[in-house]
Protein backbone atom coordinates (compact mmCIF):
# COMPACT_ATOMS: atom_id res chain seq x y z
CA UNK A 1 0.00 0.00 0.00
CA UNK A 2 2.90 2.89 0.89
CA UNK A 3 4.46 1.80 -2.59
CA UNK A 4 1.54 2.33 -3.84
CA UNK A 5 0.65 5.84 -2.28
CA UNK A 6 3.99 6.74 -3.45
CA UNK A 7 3.34 6.07 -6.95
CA UNK A 8 0.16 8.07 -6.79
CA UNK A 9 2.09 10.47 -5.19
CA UNK A 10 4.78 11.22 -7.48
CA UNK A 11 2.39 10.97 -10.64
CA UNK A 12 0.24 13.71 -8.99
CA UNK A 13 0.72 17.53 -9.40
CA UNK A 14 -0.03 18.36 -6.40
CA UNK A 15 -1.74 22.26 -5.40
CA UNK A 16 -0.74 22.74 -1.43
CA UNK A 17 -4.27 23.18 0.52
CA UNK A 18 -3.40 23.90 3.78
CA UNK A 19 -6.43 24.85 5.78
CA UNK A 20 -8.64 26.08 10.96
CA UNK A 21 -10.92 24.87 15.04
CA UNK A 22 -9.78 27.06 17.04
CA UNK A 23 -9.68 30.22 18.12
CA UNK A 24 -13.39 30.80 16.13
CA UNK A 25 -13.29 29.67 19.50
CA UNK A 26 -15.90 27.61 20.82
CA UNK A 27 -15.16 25.27 18.95
CA UNK A 28 -13.16 25.48 15.67
CA UNK A 29 -11.38 22.87 13.54
CA UNK A 30 -7.45 23.03 13.24
CA UNK A 31 -7.31 24.73 10.02
CA UNK A 32 -8.29 27.83 11.57
CA UNK A 33 -5.13 27.83 13.41
CA UNK A 34 -3.62 28.04 9.56
CA UNK A 35 0.20 30.68 10.09
CA UNK A 36 1.49 29.73 6.39
CA UNK A 37 3.17 27.00 4.94
CA UNK A 38 5.95 24.88 6.07
CA UNK A 39 8.20 23.65 3.78
CA UNK A 40 10.24 21.68 5.78
CA UNK A 41 10.23 19.67 8.67
CA UNK A 42 13.41 21.46 11.09
CA UNK A 43 12.56 18.84 14.22
CA UNK A 44 14.93 16.72 14.89
CA UNK A 45 14.91 13.10 14.75
CA UNK A 46 13.10 11.56 18.54
CA UNK A 47 15.81 9.49 20.06
CA UNK A 48 14.66 5.87 20.85
CA UNK A 49 15.53 3.28 23.21
CA UNK A 50 15.64 -0.46 22.12
CA UNK A 51 12.27 -1.50 22.40
CA UNK A 52 10.61 1.54 23.08
CA UNK A 53 7.07 2.39 21.63
CA UNK A 54 7.39 6.30 20.18
CA UNK A 55 4.64 7.55 18.19
CA UNK A 56 4.80 9.98 15.53
CA UNK A 57 2.13 12.44 15.11
CA UNK A 58 2.06 16.09 13.37
CA UNK A 59 0.30 19.03 15.50
CA UNK A 60 0.26 21.20 12.66
CA UNK A 61 0.78 24.27 14.35
CA UNK A 62 2.04 25.93 17.71
CA UNK A 63 -1.07 24.95 20.43
CA UNK A 64 -2.29 28.48 21.29
CA UNK A 65 -1.94 27.96 24.72
CA UNK A 66 -1.37 24.98 27.41
CA UNK A 67 -3.54 26.65 29.45
CA UNK A 68 -6.80 24.48 29.63
CA UNK A 69 -8.78 28.05 29.27
CA UNK A 70 -7.34 29.84 26.73
CA UNK A 71 -6.02 27.09 24.60
CA UNK A 72 -9.39 26.74 23.18
CA UNK A 73 -8.45 25.14 19.59
CA UNK A 74 -7.90 21.72 18.13
CA UNK A 75 -4.51 22.53 18.04
CA UNK A 76 -4.03 22.98 22.25
CA UNK A 77 -6.46 21.02 23.08
CA UNK A 78 -5.68 18.09 21.57
CA UNK A 79 -2.43 17.60 23.02
CA UNK A 80 -3.80 19.01 26.31
CA UNK A 81 -6.76 16.28 26.36
CA UNK A 82 -3.34 13.31 26.31
CA UNK A 83 -1.43 15.46 29.24
CA UNK A 84 -4.27 16.09 31.56
CA UNK A 85 -7.45 14.96 32.52
CA UNK A 86 -10.75 15.96 33.97
CA UNK A 87 -13.41 14.83 36.61
CA UNK A 88 -14.64 12.64 33.57
CA UNK A 89 -13.21 11.18 30.29
CA UNK A 90 -14.94 9.79 27.45
CA UNK A 91 -14.22 6.13 26.87
CA UNK A 92 -13.96 3.86 23.94
CA UNK A 93 -17.71 4.11 23.35
CA UNK A 94 -17.30 8.03 23.22
CA UNK A 95 -19.88 8.31 26.48
CA UNK A 96 -18.17 10.20 29.64
CA UNK A 97 -16.76 7.50 32.23
CA UNK A 98 -14.85 7.92 35.19
CA UNK A 99 -11.64 9.89 34.89
CA UNK A 100 -9.77 11.77 38.39
CA UNK A 101 -13.61 11.01 39.79
CA UNK A 102 -14.08 7.60 40.82
CA UNK A 103 -17.80 8.24 41.39
CA UNK A 104 -20.23 10.76 41.55
CA UNK A 105 -23.78 11.24 42.90
CA UNK A 106 -26.61 13.38 41.85
CA UNK A 107 -29.27 14.72 43.72
CA UNK A 108 -32.61 14.20 42.81
CA UNK A 109 -33.43 17.41 41.40
CA UNK A 110 -30.80 16.86 39.31
CA UNK A 111 -28.79 20.40 40.43
CA UNK A 112 -25.79 18.83 42.62
CA UNK A 113 -23.35 16.59 41.57
CA UNK A 114 -20.67 15.50 44.47
CA UNK A 115 -17.47 13.92 42.66
CA UNK A 116 -14.90 11.63 44.31
CA UNK A 117 -11.69 12.16 43.55
CA UNK A 118 -9.29 9.01 43.17
CA UNK A 119 -7.16 8.91 45.88
CA UNK A 120 -4.16 7.59 44.27
CA UNK A 121 -4.59 10.66 41.30
CA UNK A 122 -1.37 12.73 41.20
CA UNK A 123 0.42 15.57 39.35
CA UNK A 124 3.59 14.63 37.54
CA UNK A 125 5.68 16.50 40.36
CA UNK A 126 3.92 13.93 42.84
CA UNK A 127 1.60 16.22 44.18
CA UNK A 128 -1.84 14.69 44.58
CA UNK A 129 -4.93 16.23 42.60
CA UNK A 130 -7.17 17.85 44.99
CA UNK A 131 -10.84 19.36 44.75
CA UNK A 132 -9.48 23.05 45.15
CA UNK A 133 -7.26 22.57 41.80
CA UNK A 134 -10.77 21.94 40.31
CA UNK A 135 -12.33 25.06 42.03
CA UNK A 136 -9.38 27.20 41.33
CA UNK A 137 -9.52 26.11 37.53
CA UNK A 138 -13.25 26.88 36.89
CA UNK A 139 -13.26 29.82 38.79
CA UNK A 140 -9.68 30.91 36.72
CA UNK A 141 -11.95 30.42 33.56
CA UNK A 142 -14.67 32.77 34.76
CA UNK A 143 -12.90 35.03 35.86
CA UNK A 144 -13.24 38.21 33.81
CA UNK A 145 -9.85 39.34 33.81
CA UNK A 146 -8.84 35.75 32.35
CA UNK A 147 -10.67 36.70 28.93
CA UNK A 148 -10.93 32.66 28.26
CA UNK A 149 -12.85 32.00 25.37
CA UNK A 150 -14.15 29.08 26.90
CA UNK A 151 -15.93 30.55 29.98
CA UNK A 152 -19.26 30.09 28.70
CA UNK A 153 -18.93 26.85 29.12
CA UNK A 154 -18.92 27.24 33.02
CA UNK A 155 -22.31 29.10 32.23
CA UNK A 156 -24.17 25.90 33.54
CA UNK A 157 -22.72 26.14 36.87
CA UNK A 158 -24.55 28.37 39.56
CA UNK A 159 -22.70 31.85 39.17
CA UNK A 160 -20.73 30.90 36.60
CA UNK A 161 -22.07 33.81 33.91
CA UNK A 162 -23.06 36.63 36.35
CA UNK A 163 -19.15 35.71 37.32
CA UNK A 164 -18.14 36.20 34.01
CA UNK A 165 -20.07 39.05 32.98
CA UNK A 166 -18.98 41.18 35.69
CA UNK A 167 -22.82 40.80 37.69
CA UNK A 168 -21.22 38.47 40.60
CA UNK A 169 -18.26 37.54 42.43
CA UNK A 170 -15.98 34.06 42.55
CA UNK A 171 -17.85 33.57 45.91
CA UNK A 172 -21.01 33.37 43.89
CA UNK A 173 -19.62 30.50 41.90
CA UNK A 174 -20.92 27.41 43.09
CA UNK A 175 -18.20 25.06 43.57
CA UNK A 176 -16.74 23.70 46.48
CA UNK A 177 -13.91 21.65 47.87
CA UNK A 178 -15.99 19.64 50.17
CA UNK A 179 -12.65 17.93 51.35
CA UNK A 180 -9.28 17.48 49.55
CA UNK A 181 -10.75 14.31 47.59
CA UNK A 182 -14.40 15.51 47.76
CA UNK A 183 -16.39 18.47 45.37
CA UNK A 184 -19.36 19.58 45.26
CA UNK A 185 -21.15 21.58 42.03
CA UNK A 186 -24.17 23.12 42.03
CA UNK A 187 -26.05 24.00 38.34
CA UNK A 188 -28.19 26.82 37.34
CA UNK A 189 -30.43 24.10 36.20
CA UNK A 190 -30.73 20.52 35.37
CA UNK A 191 -28.11 19.84 32.84
CA UNK A 192 -28.56 16.12 30.93
CA UNK A 193 -24.88 16.45 29.02
CA UNK A 194 -23.17 17.56 32.27
CA UNK A 195 -20.80 14.82 32.49
CA UNK A 196 -20.13 14.91 28.59
CA UNK A 197 -19.50 18.75 28.84
CA UNK A 198 -16.95 17.95 31.40
CA UNK A 199 -15.19 15.85 29.84
CA UNK A 200 -13.51 19.32 27.44
CA UNK A 201 -10.54 20.28 28.71
CA UNK A 202 -11.86 23.67 29.33
CA UNK A 203 -12.52 22.09 33.03
CA UNK A 204 -9.31 20.48 33.70
CA UNK A 205 -7.89 21.08 36.56
CA UNK A 206 -4.99 23.25 37.44
CA UNK A 207 -2.25 22.60 40.04
CA UNK A 208 -3.36 25.58 42.02
CA UNK A 209 0.28 25.55 44.34
CA UNK A 210 2.17 25.45 41.59
CA UNK A 211 0.15 28.48 39.26
CA UNK A 212 -0.32 30.57 42.04
CA UNK A 213 3.64 30.72 42.38
CA UNK A 214 4.03 30.55 38.52
CA UNK A 215 1.14 31.99 36.51
CA UNK A 216 3.12 30.60 33.53
CA UNK A 217 3.39 27.07 34.64
CA UNK A 218 1.96 26.13 31.53
CA UNK A 219 4.46 28.07 28.83
CA UNK A 220 7.37 25.53 28.70
CA UNK A 221 8.29 22.12 29.21
CA UNK A 222 10.16 21.95 32.37
CA UNK A 223 7.37 23.80 34.73
CA UNK A 224 4.30 21.93 32.94
CA UNK A 225 2.70 19.72 35.37
CA UNK A 226 0.52 17.18 33.70
CA UNK A 227 -1.95 14.66 35.62
CA UNK A 228 -2.95 12.80 32.18
CA UNK A 229 -1.16 9.77 30.69
CA UNK A 230 1.70 11.79 29.52
CA UNK A 231 3.95 14.45 30.59
CA UNK A 232 5.71 17.10 28.49
CA UNK A 233 9.15 15.63 28.25
CA UNK A 234 10.37 18.61 25.73
CA UNK A 235 8.97 21.63 23.98
CA UNK A 236 11.08 23.21 20.94
CA UNK A 237 7.95 26.27 20.35
CA UNK A 238 6.82 26.27 17.03
CA UNK A 239 8.81 23.09 15.60
CA UNK A 240 8.22 20.32 18.25
CA UNK A 241 6.94 18.50 21.29
CA UNK A 242 7.90 15.25 23.05
CA UNK A 243 5.39 13.48 25.46
CA UNK A 244 6.80 10.55 27.79
CA UNK A 245 4.89 8.20 29.59
CA UNK A 246 3.51 9.41 33.23
CA UNK A 247 4.28 7.29 35.99
CA UNK A 248 2.72 9.41 38.53
CA UNK A 249 -0.85 9.09 37.04
CA UNK A 250 -3.55 6.79 38.33
CA UNK A 251 -4.16 4.48 35.49
CA UNK A 252 -0.54 4.70 34.04
CA UNK A 253 -0.33 0.34 33.81
CA UNK A 254 -2.81 1.24 30.92
CA UNK A 255 -0.95 3.30 29.17
CA UNK A 256 1.43 1.05 26.23
CA UNK A 257 3.12 3.83 24.23
CA UNK A 258 6.64 5.05 25.53
CA UNK A 259 6.67 8.63 23.98
CA UNK A 260 4.70 10.73 21.78
CA UNK A 261 6.69 13.17 19.06
CA UNK A 262 4.13 15.57 17.90
CA UNK A 263 5.63 17.50 14.80
CA UNK A 264 4.40 21.05 13.40
CA UNK A 265 3.97 20.94 10.06
CA UNK A 266 1.54 22.98 8.66
CA UNK A 267 1.55 22.08 4.88
CA UNK A 268 -0.77 19.30 3.85
CA UNK A 269 1.72 18.12 1.03
CA UNK A 270 5.00 17.99 3.52
CA UNK A 271 2.82 16.17 5.97
CA UNK A 272 2.12 13.32 3.35
CA UNK A 273 5.74 13.25 2.44
CA UNK A 274 6.69 12.95 5.91
CA UNK A 275 3.86 9.85 6.33
CA UNK A 276 5.37 8.33 3.04
CA UNK A 277 9.23 8.18 4.31
CA UNK A 278 8.21 7.04 7.62
CA UNK A 279 8.46 10.45 9.75
CA UNK A 280 4.87 10.38 10.74
CA UNK A 281 2.86 7.16 11.96
CA UNK A 282 -0.35 8.93 10.95
CA UNK A 283 -1.45 12.18 8.84
CA UNK A 284 -4.43 14.32 8.51
CA UNK A 285 -5.36 14.63 12.64
CA UNK A 286 -4.81 18.24 12.49
CA UNK A 287 -3.47 18.94 8.96
CA UNK A 288 -5.90 17.16 6.01
CA UNK A 289 -4.73 15.04 3.69
CA UNK A 290 -3.95 16.53 -0.12
CA UNK A 291 -7.78 16.70 -1.41
CA UNK A 292 -6.17 16.05 -5.18
CA UNK A 293 -5.47 13.19 -3.75
CA UNK A 294 -8.03 12.19 -1.59
CA UNK A 295 -9.84 9.83 -4.97
CA UNK A 296 -7.09 7.46 -4.48
CA UNK A 297 -6.36 7.36 -0.74
CA UNK A 298 -9.96 6.98 0.36
CA UNK A 299 -10.26 3.81 -0.18
CA UNK A 300 -7.08 2.29 0.71
CA UNK A 301 -6.11 -0.20 3.42
CA UNK A 302 -3.71 2.69 5.68
CA UNK A 303 -7.39 5.03 6.14
CA UNK A 304 -9.08 5.99 8.94
CA UNK A 305 -12.80 7.44 8.38
CA UNK A 306 -14.93 8.55 10.50
CA UNK A 307 -17.54 11.10 12.18
CA UNK A 308 -16.17 14.64 13.63
CA UNK A 309 -19.26 16.61 15.11
CA UNK A 310 -18.55 20.10 13.20
CA UNK A 311 -19.42 22.75 10.30
CA UNK A 312 -17.93 24.99 8.09
CA UNK A 313 -19.81 27.87 6.84
CA UNK A 314 -20.30 31.82 6.16
CA UNK A 315 -21.85 34.44 8.63
CA UNK A 316 -23.57 37.41 7.39
CA UNK A 317 -22.65 40.67 9.03
CA UNK A 318 -26.81 41.80 9.23
CA UNK A 319 -25.72 45.14 10.15
CA UNK A 320 -23.63 46.18 6.82
CA UNK A 321 -25.86 46.09 3.83
CA UNK A 322 -27.43 44.57 1.67
CA UNK A 323 -27.05 41.48 4.38
CA UNK A 324 -30.25 43.38 6.46
CA UNK A 325 -32.29 41.68 4.34
CA UNK A 326 -33.77 38.67 5.24
CA UNK A 327 -34.74 37.59 1.68
CA UNK A 328 -31.28 38.53 -0.13
CA UNK A 329 -29.62 36.32 2.61
CA UNK A 330 -31.84 33.74 1.59
CA UNK A 331 -30.87 34.28 -2.04
CA UNK A 332 -27.12 33.52 -1.55
CA UNK A 333 -27.60 30.50 0.48
CA UNK A 334 -30.06 29.21 -1.89
CA UNK A 335 -27.55 29.79 -5.04
CA UNK A 336 -24.95 27.46 -3.72
CA UNK A 337 -24.49 24.25 -4.81
CA UNK A 338 -23.23 22.44 -1.44
CA UNK A 339 -22.86 18.45 -2.96
CA UNK A 340 -20.48 20.23 -5.80
CA UNK A 341 -18.21 21.62 -3.10
CA UNK A 342 -18.00 18.36 -1.10
CA UNK A 343 -17.37 16.03 -4.02
CA UNK A 344 -14.88 18.33 -6.14
CA UNK A 345 -13.37 20.85 -4.04
CA UNK A 346 -13.14 19.40 -0.39
CA UNK A 347 -13.49 16.23 -0.97
CA UNK A 348 -12.40 13.75 1.74
CA UNK A 349 -15.26 12.01 1.72
CA UNK A 350 -16.92 15.27 3.12
CA UNK A 351 -20.81 15.81 3.11
CA UNK A 352 -22.80 18.41 2.18
CA UNK A 353 -24.23 20.46 4.99
CA UNK A 354 -28.39 20.93 4.87
CA UNK A 355 -28.44 22.32 8.29
CA UNK A 356 -26.64 23.51 10.90
CA UNK A 357 -26.38 20.74 13.47
CA UNK A 358 -24.38 17.80 12.36
CA UNK A 359 -25.30 14.09 12.39
CA UNK A 360 -24.72 12.19 14.80
CA UNK A 361 -26.70 13.76 17.67
CA UNK A 362 -28.78 10.82 19.11
CA UNK A 363 -32.83 11.97 19.82
CA UNK A 364 -34.53 10.38 22.93
CA UNK A 365 -36.24 8.30 20.33
CA UNK A 366 -33.08 7.03 19.09
CA UNK A 367 -32.63 8.58 15.82
CA UNK A 368 -30.84 10.96 14.26
CA UNK A 369 -31.18 15.32 14.90
CA UNK A 370 -30.21 15.54 11.97
CA UNK A 371 -32.66 13.36 10.31
CA UNK A 372 -35.51 14.46 12.48
CA UNK A 373 -35.11 18.22 11.28
CA UNK A 374 -34.52 16.83 7.70
CA UNK A 375 -32.70 19.73 4.85
CA UNK A 376 -33.17 23.10 5.47
CA UNK A 377 -30.84 24.81 3.34
CA UNK A 378 -30.82 23.32 -0.16
CA UNK A 379 -30.02 24.21 -3.68
CA UNK A 380 -32.39 25.94 -5.66
CA UNK A 381 -31.28 28.84 -8.43
CA UNK A 382 -34.54 29.67 -9.43
CA UNK A 383 -36.02 29.91 -6.05
CA UNK A 384 -33.06 32.13 -5.12
CA UNK A 385 -33.53 34.52 -7.92
CA UNK A 386 -37.29 34.97 -6.88
CA UNK A 387 -35.64 36.06 -3.50
CA UNK A 388 -33.13 38.41 -4.81
CA UNK A 389 -35.70 40.03 -6.87
CA UNK A 390 -37.83 40.38 -3.71
CA UNK A 391 -35.11 41.47 -1.46
CA UNK A 392 -33.55 43.98 -3.92
CA UNK A 393 -37.11 45.30 -4.55
CA UNK A 394 -37.75 45.99 -0.63
CA UNK A 395 -34.64 47.72 -0.25
CA UNK A 396 -35.18 49.70 -3.11
CA UNK A 397 -31.99 48.67 -4.70
CA UNK A 398 -31.54 49.02 -8.57
CA UNK A 399 -27.99 47.31 -8.05
CA UNK A 400 -26.96 45.70 -5.26
CA UNK A 401 -23.89 47.12 -2.80
CA UNK A 402 -20.16 45.59 -3.51
CA UNK A 403 -20.18 42.48 -1.48
CA UNK A 404 -16.51 41.05 -0.16
CA UNK A 405 -16.22 37.56 1.08
CA UNK A 406 -13.50 37.16 3.70
CA UNK A 407 -11.56 33.80 4.24
CA UNK A 408 -8.50 33.08 6.87
CA UNK A 409 -5.63 32.49 4.71
CA UNK A 410 -5.51 28.85 3.65
CA UNK A 411 -5.57 27.26 -0.03
CA UNK A 412 -8.65 25.37 0.96
CA UNK A 413 -10.80 28.15 2.06
CA UNK A 414 -9.80 30.10 -0.83
CA UNK A 415 -11.01 27.53 -3.51
CA UNK A 416 -14.08 27.33 -1.21
CA UNK A 417 -14.65 31.26 -1.83
CA UNK A 418 -13.74 30.94 -5.26
CA UNK A 419 -16.35 28.41 -5.84
CA UNK A 420 -19.37 29.95 -4.09
CA UNK A 421 -18.07 33.15 -6.16
CA UNK A 422 -18.43 31.42 -9.24
CA UNK A 423 -22.02 30.08 -7.88
CA UNK A 424 -23.35 33.30 -7.26
CA UNK A 425 -22.37 35.02 -10.40
CA UNK A 426 -23.38 32.00 -12.44
CA UNK A 427 -26.92 31.79 -10.55
CA UNK A 428 -27.78 35.11 -9.50
CA UNK A 429 -25.38 37.70 -11.45
CA UNK A 430 -23.67 38.69 -8.42
CA UNK A 431 -20.04 40.03 -8.65
CA UNK A 432 -18.42 39.19 -4.97
CA UNK A 433 -14.66 40.47 -4.31
CA UNK A 434 -12.95 38.16 -2.18
CA UNK A 435 -10.77 39.14 0.56
CA UNK A 436 -8.05 36.60 2.30
CA UNK A 437 -6.54 37.87 6.09
CA UNK A 438 -4.28 35.98 7.74
CA UNK A 439 -5.61 34.18 10.90
CA UNK A 440 -5.30 36.71 14.03
CA UNK A 441 -6.43 40.09 12.22
CA UNK A 442 -9.27 37.92 10.29
CA UNK A 443 -10.77 36.55 13.84
CA UNK A 444 -10.01 40.25 15.64
CA UNK A 445 -12.33 41.39 12.37
CA UNK A 446 -14.63 38.84 12.32
CA UNK A 447 -15.45 39.45 16.44
CA UNK A 448 -15.51 43.09 15.91
CA UNK A 449 -18.30 43.16 12.69
CA UNK A 450 -15.79 44.48 10.54
CA UNK A 451 -16.92 42.03 8.03
CA UNK A 452 -19.33 41.57 5.20
CA UNK A 453 -19.42 38.24 4.53
CA UNK A 454 -17.37 35.22 6.10
CA UNK A 455 -16.21 32.22 6.30
CA UNK A 456 -16.08 30.71 9.88
CA UNK A 457 -15.60 26.92 11.33
CA UNK A 458 -17.35 25.35 14.52
CA UNK A 459 -16.30 22.10 16.36
CA UNK A 460 -18.67 20.78 18.67
CA UNK A 461 -17.55 21.19 22.50
CA UNK A 462 -19.76 18.67 23.93
CA UNK A 463 -22.09 15.77 22.31
CA UNK A 464 -25.47 17.85 22.31
CA UNK A 465 -27.14 19.94 19.84
CA UNK A 466 -27.60 22.75 21.49
CA UNK A 467 -23.72 23.70 21.49
CA UNK A 468 -23.79 24.97 18.36
CA UNK A 469 -27.31 26.83 18.37
CA UNK A 470 -26.45 28.54 21.62
CA UNK A 471 -24.13 30.26 19.23
CA UNK A 472 -26.55 32.50 17.94
CA UNK A 473 -27.90 33.99 21.11
CA UNK A 474 -27.38 37.57 21.97
CA UNK A 475 -24.78 38.80 23.25
CA UNK A 476 -22.76 35.52 22.17
CA UNK A 477 -19.07 36.07 22.44
CA UNK A 478 -19.71 33.15 18.76
CA UNK A 479 -22.63 35.03 17.26
CA UNK A 480 -20.19 37.60 14.97
CA UNK A 481 -23.40 38.38 12.94
CA UNK A 482 -24.75 41.25 14.50
CA UNK A 483 -28.20 38.96 15.11
CA UNK A 484 -30.56 38.92 17.69
CA UNK A 485 -33.70 38.09 18.63
CA UNK A 486 -35.51 37.23 21.87
CA UNK A 487 -37.70 34.52 20.65
CA UNK A 488 -34.44 31.72 19.61
CA UNK A 489 -32.46 33.47 22.90
CA UNK A 490 -35.73 31.82 24.69
CA UNK A 491 -35.82 28.56 22.68
CA UNK A 492 -32.28 27.88 23.59
CA UNK A 493 -32.70 28.54 27.38
CA UNK A 494 -35.54 26.17 26.96
CA UNK A 495 -33.06 23.79 25.05
CA UNK A 496 -30.58 23.80 27.97
CA UNK A 497 -32.88 23.72 31.07
CA UNK A 498 -36.47 21.15 29.96
CA UNK A 499 -36.14 18.07 31.76
CA UNK A 500 -38.44 16.09 29.13
CA UNK A 501 -36.18 14.85 26.20
CA UNK A 502 -38.32 15.04 24.23
CA UNK A 503 -39.64 18.32 24.66
CA UNK A 504 -36.09 19.91 25.10
CA UNK A 505 -35.41 18.59 21.64
CA UNK A 506 -38.86 20.05 19.81
CA UNK A 507 -36.80 23.54 21.58
CA UNK A 508 -34.13 23.02 19.03
CA UNK A 509 -35.63 21.25 16.13
CA UNK A 510 -37.18 25.06 16.41
CA UNK A 511 -34.32 27.02 16.85
CA UNK A 512 -32.74 25.56 14.06
CA UNK A 513 -35.34 26.39 11.70
CA UNK A 514 -35.28 29.66 12.64
CA UNK A 515 -31.74 29.86 12.29
CA UNK A 516 -32.68 28.83 8.51
CA UNK A 517 -35.44 31.03 8.00
CA UNK A 518 -33.49 33.73 9.06
CA UNK A 519 -30.26 32.70 7.15
CA UNK A 520 -27.74 34.79 9.19
CA UNK A 521 -25.66 31.97 8.13
CA UNK A 522 -25.08 29.58 4.85
CA UNK A 523 -24.02 26.21 6.06
CA UNK A 524 -21.65 24.22 4.02
CA UNK A 525 -20.31 21.47 4.58
CA UNK A 526 -20.04 18.74 7.65
CA UNK A 527 -16.42 17.72 9.07
CA UNK A 528 -15.49 14.54 9.34
CA UNK A 529 -12.33 12.46 10.17
CA UNK A 530 -9.83 11.08 7.36
CA UNK A 531 -6.35 9.50 8.93
CA UNK A 532 -3.87 8.26 6.87
CA UNK A 533 -2.56 5.54 9.51
CA UNK A 534 1.01 3.06 8.90
CA UNK A 535 0.00 -0.40 10.11
CA UNK A 536 1.02 -1.57 13.82
CA UNK A 537 -0.96 1.59 14.99
CA UNK A 538 -4.08 0.79 16.82
CA UNK A 539 -5.95 2.22 20.01
CA UNK A 540 -6.31 5.78 18.84
CA UNK A 541 -9.45 6.85 20.17
CA UNK A 542 -10.92 9.62 17.60
CA UNK A 543 -14.18 10.98 19.32
CA UNK A 544 -17.32 12.22 17.11
CA UNK A 545 -17.47 15.10 19.60
CA UNK A 546 -13.93 15.61 21.47
CA UNK A 547 -10.44 15.63 21.14
CA UNK A 548 -7.96 12.19 19.86
CA UNK A 549 -6.83 10.08 23.12
CA UNK A 550 -3.47 8.32 22.87
CA UNK A 551 -4.23 6.70 26.30
CA UNK A 552 -4.90 3.14 25.16
CA UNK A 553 -2.82 3.49 21.51
CA UNK A 554 0.14 1.44 20.99
CA UNK A 555 2.50 0.66 18.45
CA UNK A 556 3.82 -2.63 17.25
Known amino acids: MKKLLLFLFALTTVVVLAACTANEDAGQDPEESDTGETET ?27 PSIGFDAVSYNPLNNLMEGLTRLNEDSVAAEGIAESWDISEDGLTYTFHLREDANWSNGDPVV ?123 AVKLDKVHFAMVNDENTQYQMFETGDLDTAGENVPIPAELSDQLIDGDNIYIGDYGGLEFFRFNVTEEPFQNKKIRQAIAYAINRQDIADYVVKNGVEPAHGFVS ?59 ETVQGMLSDNLGIDVTLENQEWNVFAEAQQNLELQFSRSSFINDYSDPVNFLESFITDSYMNRTGWSNDEYDELIANGKSETDEEKRYEYLYEAEKMLAEEMIAV ?32 KN
Open 131 to 253: AEDFVYAWKYMLNPETASSAAFLGYFIKGGEAFNTGEGSADDVAVTAIDDKTLEVVLEAPTGFFLDLLTNPAFFPINHKVAEENPSWHAEADTFVANGPFKLESWTHDTEMVFVKNPEYWDTD
Open 359 to 417: PGFTTPSGGDFRDGNGDLVTFDAELATQLLEEGMAEEGYEKLPPIVLSYNTSDLNKAVA
Open 41 to 67: NDAEAVEEEPGEKVLRLNNGVEPTSLD
Open 523 to 554: PLRYYNTVVLQVDGVEGILRHPVGYFDLKYAD
